[in-house]
């Protein structure tokens, strides 16, 4: 029975963490919560307590065992390594450790194994990586994978819950022919535009290139290339993403469809005579990534195009932190 | 100065039809609207005259020397073959005859000259498809593409004025917290969706494989390999798409851009400092097609990826026929 810690309560992530380890009964003794400066003094209900806010300070890590960070990177580049000196194991839900090769980065459905190396630090994947490659797992395993394309539709939560509210604000005063000045220098009202996270030298910005990256080390496998366009669409939570993959090794559709129906954390969800696939609303507040319309592309050997949507709050960040937690 | 007649006036296309013969100056001597029997009797306004909504009858097409259909392809199969025997030169914004190897399917950028071969109809292609093909045809002619793997991203307004109303008022009422029966089987507020077309044996829709079908029909190049996914975004009337092409040839990135900053009706829409791209609502109203975010893949020699956002009811339908029109 461990003493917990939420660095980032507030957020989005931080409440659907709250309410995961609630609905699992993690196992806890304690429960601390930790936001900015500006939530001290609320509170939080949990199992039926409520519990406050507080500001992180140096020594609280001496007390806690376990701390879930998901307050952005700059957060987590300033206090994890505090915690870890005093003996607080860091389940991190940003990018800031996901490329130091000394963190495990870690799906607990793909590579659970890596945990037992990690060193009071573990890093939970990117959303769009998670959703991709919770499908695209079970395939490589069997196939083995050498080159992906694939593109996005990111939902508003996955810049968390200021864009979620900002895309309901903006929509409602366009329906209602309202001036609005919008948060983004461009509206998102019935808009989309390519990811906005850094733009490299390489013309990729830095949520593709995550992709990439996250993708190899989870999978463990530094030969697989993988290229994106991440965009963001004007969705509320979960995110969509069309993948075309080739394979080393040749496969029939029976035998795609066999792996995804006995993987764990993945459904398939897809009505043929309906045409009827997955769409975000209905991955939303669903702890499986769904996917479908797995279909031999045949302008290229050993190639299959699928399409997953998966809860960007849930596997896409706390569910798989706090699945991560539970694997400790 | 000829006799023109439009048949679908009342539609979303129709509409931007009747607007672009005026602001474009298109020569005439007369102009006849057709729509379905509900819309007769009422009038539309062109060149400051009052036009009558008329309903089609097979004598009609004897008075007139060129024909706009836009009614979609139930009714061009219907009327077409009609107006031809009756010597109209039909061109045709519908699916009906894109595929039929007599009917040239044009984008005058790029194969204007296809048209001398016209027997008295001319198709213009689909809508996803001309918006990737603007740009990548300057490309094609320097570097020959060889394999394409697309997704779009397709505003409501690909479906017509129907699901353009359906979107607002169900994102209306979702904002409302009102209940709202929405019109497709699931909801499309805050929502997407793999494009609803016919499911094909192939797992690929109609409107996936037109896209392949089209490119190689345009480009004259049977070779020419492409696999899509097709998706409906909640945006109002601008297509985007994600593009990753393999040429035949080496290029660099400054080739590339220079070969778009010379190609007619595509405009490089990019402020890298900014990290600021194309949004469907900056291409709203723009007749030329915005693009992007050219990039090297590194995963694979001679490949490209690019962005293109392009306004579906302009140079994605009704532009592009007019412009047809104009070269005739």
Redesign the interface.
């Known amino acids: 029975m461990k003493r917990i810690a939420i660095v980032g309560a507030t957020g989005a992530v931080g409440q659907e963490i709250i309410r995961l380890l609630e609905l699992r009964h993690f196992p806890l003794k304690e429960l601390r919560l930790f936001a900015s400066a500006r939530s001290v003094g609320k509170t939080i209900s949990f199992r039926g307590e409520s519990l406050p806010i507080e500001n992180l300070q140096d020594d609280v890590f001496s007390t806690i065992d376990l701390a879930f960070f998901c307050a952005g990177s700059f957060i987590s580049k300033q206090w994890v390594q505090i915690a870890r000196d005093k003996g607080c194991v860091v389940i991190d839900s940003s990018s800031a450790f996901r490329s130091d090769p000394t963190v495990p980065l870690v799906i607990p459905e793909i590579n659970e194994g890596a945990l037992a190396q990690h060193k009071g630090l573990i890093s939970s994947p990117n959303c769009a990586a998670t959703i991709l490659l919770m499908p695209l797992f079970p395939l490589h395993r069997q196939f083995q994978a050498k080159?992906i394309?694939t593109?996005t539709?990111q939902a508003a939560s996955g810049a968390g819950a200021r864009l979620v509210d900002e895309?309901?604000k903006e929509?409602?005063a366009y329906?209602e022919k309202k001036p609005y000045s919008p948060f983004l220098?461009?509206?998102y009202a019935?808009?989309?535009?390519?990811h906005?996270s850094?733009?490299t030298e390489?013309?990729?910005?830095e949520e593709e290139l995550k992709m990439a990256d996250e993708t190899r080390k989870i999978l463990g496998d530094e030969t697989i290339?993988?290229?994106a366009?991440c965009?963001r669409?004007?969705?509320?939570r979960a995110h969509?993403v069309?993948a075309?993959v080739e394979f080393a090794k040749s496969f029939t559709?029976e035998e795609v469809y066999e792996a995804i129906q006995k993987a764990d954390g993945v459904k398939l969800f897809e009505d043929?005579a309906?045409?009827?696939?997955a769409?975000?609303?209905?991955a939303t507040g669903q702890n499986e990534i769904f996917c479908g319309?797995?279909?031999?592309?045949?302008?290229?050997p050993n190639?299959l195009?699928f399409?997953a949507v998966g809860d960007q709050l849930l596997k896409g960040a706390a569910l798989n932190a706090v699945q991560i937690g539970e694997r400790l």
Do not use: C, I
């Open positions: 080159r394309v593109s539709y895309l309901q929509t409602y329906l220098p461009f509206p019935f808009n989309l535009y390519t906005n850094p733009l390489s013309g990729y910005v290339r993988l290229t366009t965009v669409v004007p969705v509320l969509s069309s075309n559709l043929r309906a045409n009827r696939f769409t975000p609303v209905d319309r797995f279909r031999l592309d045949k302008t290229q190639t195009e399409w």
